[in-house]
Structure formats: structure tokens, C-alpha cells
């Protein structure tokens, strides 16, 4: 009966006036409950109940500042009490015997029965009662975040798992990557062999490399359920005007770091409530009032690390990117239980800031062994050329069974150099439905293999051969020209422009530059509904002066 007595103590002090008698009365009541020897299993079960009626109401006040409870709750708690009082109440009589004695009755088993039934009934009624009146509560304070966190200008594109990413990343092809990918799981977790475990992961590498790639399956591995690691991410791209400047950051960081947990999300939306002013500072006190001061309370109290995910930060615009990288380093990484994956190309400005920090591992992608890098690019071959993937990039009208020997697969695998994005416009090219001839078309990619060894000298004949293929056998000399004027364009304009508006800043038809743009789906891609085109790799312009001289 311990229990029970600890929560009535509790309750003599908690409930309001008209609960307090009985409160005090029942104290009296237990002692007496403690010596009775009569009706032994009854008054056994009786005492079990009466512990775990005690238990359901310590459960709702322990560790709480009880001044803060509310009226309701302190209500329910007394009711509760009251109703045990009036069920043992009804469970004694009275003996004068010069003072007056509670005492169950010892001739009447039935009695206590009932009088259990009843305490049964009281506390299926309180655990009911509070229930619902939690499920209340918490659905006005979720409201309440809900409405502070949708005050933030987030840009939903930019996470990992987003359309506008998804459609354009995938993820590393399985067996592929997988020391690097272990080594940044290490550092997730705090496991690091060296012991040396920076807060602050970069992974820098030219264009075409793969860097996207391993950004979008850092963050699938730490958003496992199993994990459940991943606070935020936050991937850039030229192609969109939200994701390639600093504006929205801070907000796309804090929105999701207020769904990561409840908790999270209650102490953003306090932060809001009590400075609404934070939404529009300048991005450092962004984050100070609406990430740091909130949650590094509650990220010290974590097992393992958050992990935010940032790609291509040298996609962003300067000076925004630097102010960026600057933040990252001096505050973002300095978050306690955080850890940030970082990636980029090695842009002056942004490798400089970064090989200067001390507090972070910095991989260069290209310097992983070739051997490795061919055996990756090689699964990552064997797997798009399989009967099974011709089939399905061909279709039904594609109906041949040939299959590339494995000599061939290995020659374009080394063709590729250290670059995926070769193997793969490569793949598009070979498995191009206007064609319907991949046997061809791998024949004449591996004509190329007496060109430069260098990679990006081997991406621009790929490019060139693309190119050359799209041209038509009749009017070439037209469609070069009109091909130099329309592609020249589609490289320098920062933002892609629809087909119609493209025509019109060339002065050109708009069935003109479809028909200059039908056969280059290896390196341009449509994008969005307007039927605007990009490249699909910047890699592309840096090859472009060769290219356009041939």
C-alpha cells in the first residue's frame, strides 16, 4: 500500500478544498486496510487495486512543477480520490469503542467484491478522462507549432527526398562506393578507428564525379527508421532560383528540424513566439534564435548525432555560398550531437574557407583509387545493360537479343575514366529509343577509346559524338548553325528558359529549336512543364570550347 499512500500524501496537498477531507480520510482508511486479517483474498485484491489507482496518480504528477498543472487534471485527480473514498466508504462499519474506527466488514466477502468492481470502474474512468483530455491538449500545442512553423519561407524542393531532387539524383548503385560509404558511416556514428571524429564531414570533387550521388544516400542511410538520424538537408542547384541563393536556408532547415521531433518543433515555435522578429534577421541571427538557442538544450541530451545534409553548395551564388560555408563552419557544425555532410566542387573562394578549418574531414573524390572507381563503374555498367534494362529503356518495339560481352562493358568502363556522369550519358546514349540500335551505338562509343586518357578529354568526345549523331544527314551545315546559336544559349542563360521564350530572345520558331534540340536527350534534358531545356551536367560547359571548335 505504499504506493497508494505516497499518492494520497500527494493528493491531500494537489486537489482542491472539497477533495481534501476525503483525501485525509483515506490515509486513516489504509492503516487500517494493513491489519485487517478477514477476507484475505478479497481484501488482497482491494489492496492491489488501491496501488494501482495510487500508481495512475503519481504517473501524472511525478516530475512535474505542480503549480503548473492545470485545473482540470487537479479535478480529475481529486474526483479520482473522492470516488475511492465513497467505494471504501460504503465497504465499513462503524464500532464504538471510546473512538471511532474505520473497519472493513468482516462477515461480508460480497462487499468487497463490489467495492472492487467499483474501484475498477473509477480507474478505467480516470485513465479515460485523461486520455482524451491529453489527446485535447496536445492536439492544441501541435496546432499551435504548426502554426508558428508554417510562418517559415521554406523551399520544400530542396530536401533529399523532394521531387525537384529525386527526379534528377539517384542514388549510389548498389556495391558501389562502399569504403567511402563506410568511412562516413563511421563518422555518423562517432566510430571512427582514429579516434579523430570532427563534427564537419567535406566532400569536394570536379563536376561529373558523383558527389550528388553520395550526398542523396548519406541522407537515405541516416534517415533509416532503424537510424533515424537525419534532422535536415538542404541541396543546391543552379537550375533553381530558390536553391542556388542563401534566402531560404535557414528557414528550410528549421522547418524540418521542428518535424524531426515533437520536441524540436514545440521549442522552434516558442522561439517564434517570442521573437516573431528572428524570421527576418540576417541568416547568422536566423539561425542563433531560431535553431541554436531552442534546441542545443535538447540535442545535449542525445544518444547519437543529428545529421544535416548539405550538397552543392557551389551551386549557390556568391558571395551568398561563402556566407554560407562560413556559417556551417562557425555555427551549424558547433551545434552539440550534430554532424554535417558536406559537399562542393573546389571553387576558389569555397576551398580556400574550407582547408582551413581544423575541425573537419576533407575527402577529394577524385582521389580515390582507379581500380575501385572502375570496379564501381563496372556494377554500375553490368546492371544498366543487362537484357533486362535494354528491354525496358527500348521497349516492346526493341525486341533483339543482344547483350554486350563483358570486354566491351570493360572497355567503356574505363573509357569512363573516374566519371560516372560519363557512364551514364554514355548508357543513354547506347539505350536511345530514336535509335533503337544499342549494338551500334556502343561500337562507335568505343571507337573513341584511341582519344586523350583524360577524363574530361574522353567526356568531350562523348559529347562530340552525341552531337555528331544528332546531326541530320540533309541541311547539316543549317542545323550546325542553328544548333551553335540555340545550345550556345541554352549554356550561359542562369535560369532555363521555356522553348517559346527561348525562341523569342533568338528570334527563331519555336518548332525550329525543338527540331535543333530532338536528338540531344544524353546531355540536355527537358525541365518542368514548359518544355524548358538544360544541361543535365555542368561538366558539359567545361568540355563546350572543344567541342564547339570541331
Same mark, same amino acid.
Given at each position: 500500500?505504499?504506493?497508494?499512500?505516497?499518492?494520497?500524501? %500527494?493528493?491531500?496537498?494537489?486537489?482542491?478544498?472539497?477533495?481534501?477531507? +476525503?483525501?485525509?480520510? $483515506?490515509?486513516?482508511?489504509?492503516?487500517? $486496510?494493513?491489519?485487517?486479517?478477514?477476507?484475505?483474498?478479497?481484501?488482497?485484491?482491494?489492496?492491489?487495486?488501491?496501488?494501482?489507482?495510487?500508481?495512475? %496518480?503519481?504517473?501524472?504528477?511525478?516530475?512535474?512543477?505542480?503549480?503548473?498543472?492545470?485545473?482540470?487534471?487537479?479535478?480529475?485527480?481529486?474526483?479520482?480520490?473522492?470516488?475511492?473514498?465513497?467505494?471504501?466508504?460504503?465497504?465499513?462499519?462503524?464500532?464504538?469503542?471510546?473512538?471511532?474506527?474505520?473497519?472493513?466488514?468482516?462477515?461480508?466477502?460480497?462487499?468487497?467484491?463490489?467495492?472492487?468492481?467499483?474501484?475498477?470502474?473509477?480507474?478505467?474512468?480516470?485513465?479515460?478522462?485523461?486520455?482524451?483530455?491529453?489527446?485535447?491538449?496536445?492536439?492544441?500545442?501541435?496546432?499551435?507549432?504548426?502554426?508558428?512553423?508554417?510562418?517559415?519561407?521554406?523551399?520544400?524542393?530542396?530536401?533529399?527526398?523532394?521531387?525537384?531532387?529525386?527526379?534528377? #539524383?539517384?542514388?549510389?548503385?548498389?556495391?558501389?562506393?562502399?569504403?567511402?560509404?563506410?568511412?562516413?558511416?563511421?563518422?555518423?556514428?562517432?566510430?571512427?578507428?582514429?579516434?579523430?571524429?570532427?563534427?564537419?564531414?567535406?566532400?569536394?570533387?570536379?563536376?561529373?564525379?558523383?558527389?550528388?550521388?553520395?550526398? #542523396?544516400?548519406?541522407?537515405?542511410?541516416?534517415?533509416?527508421?532503424?537510424?533515424?538520424?537525419?534532422?535536415?538537408?538542404?541541396?543546391?542547384?543552379?537550375?533553381?532560383?530558390?536553391?542556388?541563393?542563401?534566402?531560404?536556408?535557414?528557414?528550410?532547415?528549421?522547418?524540418?528540424?521542428?518535424?524531426?521531433?515533437?520536441?524540436?518543433?514545440?521549442? #522552434?515555435?516558442?522561439?517564434?513566439?517570442?521573437? +516573431?522578429?528572428?524570421?527576418?534577421?540576417?541568416?547568422?541571427?536566423?539561425?542563433?534564435?531560431?535553431?541554436?538557442?531552442?534546441?542545443?538544450?535538447?540535442?545535449?541530451?542525445?544518444?547519437?548525432?543529428?545529421?544535416?545534409?548539405?550538397?552543392?553548395?557551389?551551386?549557390?551564388?556568391?558571395?551568398?555560398?561563402?556566407?554560407?560555408?562560413?556559417?556551417?563552419?562557425?555555427?551549424?557544425?558547433?551545434?552539440?550531437?550534430?554532424?554535417?555532410?558536406?559537399?562542393?566542387?573546389?571553387?576558389?573562394?569555397?576551398?580556400?574557407?574550407?582547408?582551413?578549418?581544423?575541425?573537419?574531414? #576533407?575527402?577529394?573524390?577524385?582521389?580515390?583509387?582507379?581500380?575501385?572507381?572502375?570496379?564501381?563503374?563496372?556494377?554500375?555498367?553490368?546492371?544498366? &545493360?543487362?537484357?533486362?534494362?535494354?528491354?525496358?529503356?527500348?521497349?516492346?518495339?526493341?525486341?533483339?537479343?543482344?547483350?554486350?560481352?563483358?570486354?566491351?562493358?570493360?572497355?567503356?568502363?574505363? $573509357?569512363?575514366?573516374?566519371?560516372?556522369?560519363?557512364?551514364?550519358?554514355?548508357?543513354?546514349?547506347?539505350?536511345?529509343?530514336?535509335?533503337?540500335?544499342?549494338?551500334?551505338? &556502343?561500337?562507335?562509343?568505343?571507337?573513341?577509346?584511341?582519344?586523350?586518357?583524360?577524363?574530361?578529354?574522353?567526356?568531350?568526345?562523348?559529347?562530340?559524338?552525341?552531337?555528331?549523331?544528332?546531326?541530320?544527314?540533309?541541311?547539316?551545315?543549317?542545323?550546325?548553325?542553328?544548333?551553335?546559336?540555340?545550345?550556345?544559349?541554352?549554356?550561359?542563360?542562369?535560369?532555363?528558359?521555356?522553348?517559346?521564350?527561348?525562341?523569342?530572345?533568338?528570334?527563331?520558331?519555336?518548332?525550329?529549336?525543338?527540331?535543333?534540340?530532338?536528338?540531344?536527350?544524353?546531355?540536355?534534358?527537358?525541365?518542368?512543364?514548359?518544355?524548358?531545356?538544360?544541361?543535365?551536367?555542368?561538366?558539359?560547359?567545361?568540355?563546350?570550347?572543344?567541342?564547339?571548335?570541331?
Amino acid at each position: 500500500m505504499g504506493t497508494f499512500k505516497t499518492a494520497l500524501g %500527494i493528493a491531500a496537498t494537489l486537489v482542491p478544498e472539497p477533495f481534501k477531507g +476525503p483525501a485525509e480520510a $483515506l490515509l486513516k482508511v489504509v492503516d487500517i $486496510l494493513e491489519k485487517v486479517d478477514s477476507n484475505k483474498e478479497e481484501v488482497e485484491i482491494l489492496k492491489k487495486r488501491c496501488n494501482l489507482l495510487g500508481s495512475s %496518480i503519481v504517473n501524472v504528477v511525478e516530475g512535474k512543477d505542480t503549480t503548473l498543472l492545470s485545473k482540470d487534471l487537479k479535478d480529475s485527480v481529486g474526483r479520482l480520490v473522492a470516488g475511492i473514498w465513497a467505494t471504501l466508504e460504503a465497504a465499513k462499519k462503524e464500532k464504538s469503542t471510546g473512538f471511532t474506527a474505520y473497519v472493513l466488514a468482516e462477515d461480508d466477502a460480497e462487499v468487497l467484491k463490489e467495492a472492487n468492481k467499483s474501484l475498477d470502474e473509477l480507474l478505467h474512468c480516470f485513465w479515460i478522462e485523461n486520455h482524451i483530455a491529453g489527446t485535447i491538449v496536445l492536439a492544441d500545442i501541435l496546432g499551435t507549432v504548426q502554426d508558428q512553423v508554417g510562418q517559415f519561407e521554406w523551399i520544400p524542393g530542396a530536401a533529399y527526398d523532394s521531387q525537384e531532387v529525386g527526379s534528377k #539524383i539517384m542514388p549510389c548503385f548498389e556495391g558501389t562506393r562502399s569504403t567511402l560509404l563506410t568511412n562516413v558511416g563511421r563518422w555518423m556514428s562517432g566510430a571512427n578507428a582514429d579516434g579523430h571524429n570532427p563534427p564537419l564531414y567535406i566532400l569536394d570533387g570536379i563536376a561529373g564525379i558523383g558527389k550528388s550521388t553520395v550526398a #542523396i544516400t548519406v541522407a537515405q542511410r541516416a534517415a533509416d527508421p532503424s537510424i533515424n538520424c537525419l534532422g535536415a538537408t538542404f541541396f543546391f542547384s543552379r537550375d533553381q532560383e530558390d536553391r542556388k541563393k542563401s534566402l531560404g536556408f535557414v528557414h528550410t532547415i528549421a522547418y524540418q528540424l521542428a518535424h524531426y521531433h515533437a520536441s524540436y518543433g514545440k521549442a #522552434i515555435a516558442a522561439a517564434i513566439t517570442s521573437n +516573431p522578429g528572428a524570421l527576418d534577421k540576417v541568416l547568422t541571427q536566423q539561425f542563433s534564435l531560431l535553431v541554436d538557442k531552442p534546441l542545443s538544450p535538447l540535442l545535449k541530451q542525445r544518444v547519437t548525432p543529428l545529421v544535416l545534409v548539405f550538397d552543392a553548395l557551389d551551386e549557390c551564388v556568391e558571395p551568398d555560398a561563402s556566407a554560407l560555408l562560413g556559417l556551417i563552419i562557425s555555427s551549424i557544425s558547433q551545434l552539440p550531437n550534430v554532424k554535417v555532410f558536406l559537399t562542393s566542387r573546389p571553387e576558389l573562394a569555397l576551398r580556400s574557407k574550407y582547408m582551413a578549418t581544423q575541425n573537419a574531414n #576533407i575527402f577529394h573524390l577524385q582521389e580515390i583509387e582507379d581500380l575501385i572507381v572502375e570496379h564501381d563503374i563496372s556494377l554500375y555498367v553490368d546492371h544498366c &545493360l543487362s537484357p533486362l534494362k535494354i528491354q525496358e529503356a527500348l521497349g516492346d518495339s526493341y525486341n533483339t537479343c543482344w547483350q554486350p560481352t563483358t570486354e566491351d562493358k570493360v572497355k567503356l568502363a574505363k $573509357l569512363s575514366g573516374k566519371l560516372f556522369i560519363y557512364a551514364s550519358t554514355a548508357v543513354k546514349f547506347i539505350l536511345d529509343k530514336r535509335h533503337l540500335d544499342p549494338k551500334s551505338q &556502343l561500337a562507335r562509343l568505343l571507337d573513341l577509346q584511341s582519344g586523350s586518357p583524360s577524363s574530361l578529354s574522353q567526356l568531350g568526345g562523348l559529347y562530340l559524338y552525341v552531337l555528331e549523331s544528332a546531326k541530320p544527314d540533309e541541311n547539316a551545315e543549317n542545323w550546325i548553325s542553328q544548333f551553335q546559336i540555340i545550345v550556345g544559349a541554352i549554356l550561359v542563360l542562369q535560369t532555363p528558359l521555356p522553348s517559346m521564350a527561348l525562341a523569342s530572345l533568338l528570334n527563331q520558331e519555336e518548332n525550329a529549336i525543338k527540331a535543333a534540340l530532338g536528338n540531344l536527350h544524353s546531355i540536355l534534358a527537358p525541365l518542368g512543364e514548359g518544355s524548358a531545356f538544360t544541361y543535365k551536367n555542368r561538366s558539359i560547359i567545361w568540355t563546350w570550347p572543344s567541342i564547339a571548335c570541331k
